[in-house]
């Protein structure tokens, strides 16, 4: 009734849909890197969407399973195996007592989620699952995993007796946009820029550096420029708020960012390509295309209802196979 971590990975914590309503006092929302790859995994091992997730990254974890369990994995590709047989992602698998999930090569991506059925015992700080590693708490005991670790299932799964491996995938096609482009709307702050450096920011091609992490993404690019000289008052920054750092360059916050900030808030990546900038790597280039709040609530209706059929088709396919009551 539990997983086994027999070797960790480099950042291995436990991560829900994060903590709300508490960024007055200073405590940010947090929760998984990608929204949707959690909600995916969920989804086809018929959790609620919000069940807490385990996220790492490359290199990643070896887990030992000391109990059947239904099982599935989402977002990045890290060329999952189990006792020897690759696993595709968005497939869900049944695993009994001893099976042993490994991970040999990076393929794509950056964060990868792994849902149980049923989900996992888990510490709860301030109405949420997530890790926060600021103050130890949430997760498991506050911090990320490390060799020994046995983490227990809130369920005990007998719907199965043998390994298995699903012969059907999760259709995410409608959840995932380009990663060439990301879509952002104007930020407070946005006519504090030159109309040069608004050219330029529309225009140019960023690359992803490699000091980028929970907190945030830093690109670099062509220097952009403030006609305003004045200093911002420290305000309130969310989940894609694209910075204006005083050398010129920019920044993405991430799921854990700060809750205000004093540099210029000139743009906010959409609800809906979050997911995609959660996955970048360092190296990788792409651009901004800036559009408006309709087309921004359009695009996160849109993935939202996609996300409803696939909850659906989930549980359909799990009652097939008499793998969910």
Not at 43 to 48: T, Y
Not at 53 to 71: C, D, H, K, R
């Amino acid at each position: 009734m539990s997983i086994l971590i027999q070797k960790a990975g480099i950042q291995d914590s436990f991560q829900d849909s994060g903590r709300f309503g508490l960024q007055h006092l200073g405590i940010n929302v947090g929760g998984a890197m990608d929204m949707a790859a959690m909600q995916v995994a969920n989804a086809l091992v018929g959790n609620d969407i919000t069940e807490a997730v385990l996220e790492f990254s490359f290199p990643a974890p070896v887990i030992q399973f000391n109990q059947t369990a239904l099982l599935c994995l989402a977002g990045a590709d890290f060329g999952a195996v189990l006792d020897g047989k690759s696993l595709a992602m968005h497939q869900p698998f049944v695993v009994v007592k001893g099976c042993v999930l490994s991970f040999k090569k990076w393929k794509t991506g950056s964060y990868a989620y792994l849902a149980v059925q049923g989900g996992f015992i888990l510490d709860k700080w301030k109405k949420s699952y997530s890790t926060n590693l600021k103050v130890n708490a949430g997760g498991w005991q506050g911090r990320r995993l490390k060799k020994g670790d046995e983490i227990y299932f809130k369920k005990i799964f007998t719907k199965a007796i043998q390994t298995h491996i699903l012969p059907w995938l999760g259709n995410t096609s409608g959840l995932s946009f380009t990663r060439e482009k990301i879509r952002v709307i104007t930020g407070n702050e946005w006519n504090w820029m030159l109309k040069a450096s608004q050219k330029v920011f529309s225009k140019q091609q960023y690359v992803v550096t490699k000091v980028s992490d929970r907190m945030g993404c830093r690109l670099k690019g062509e220097k952009l420029s403030k006609q305003v000289k004045e200093e911002l008052v420290s305000s309130a920054v969310s989940f894609g708020s694209i910075q204006l750092l005083p050398d010129g360059q920019l920044i993405i916050l991430m799921a854990d960012h700060q809750t205000t900030g004093g540099y210029p808030r000139i743009a906010h990546v959409i609800s809906a390509d979050r997911s995609a900038v959660a996955q970048f790597r360092p190296g990788e280039i792409f651009s901004f295309e800036v559009v408006s709040l309709a087309v921004a609530e359009e695009a996160y209706l849109a993935q939202r209802l996609w996300l409803q059929q696939l909850v659906s088709g989930a549980m359909y396919k799990l009652k097939q196979y008499d793998l969910i009551a």
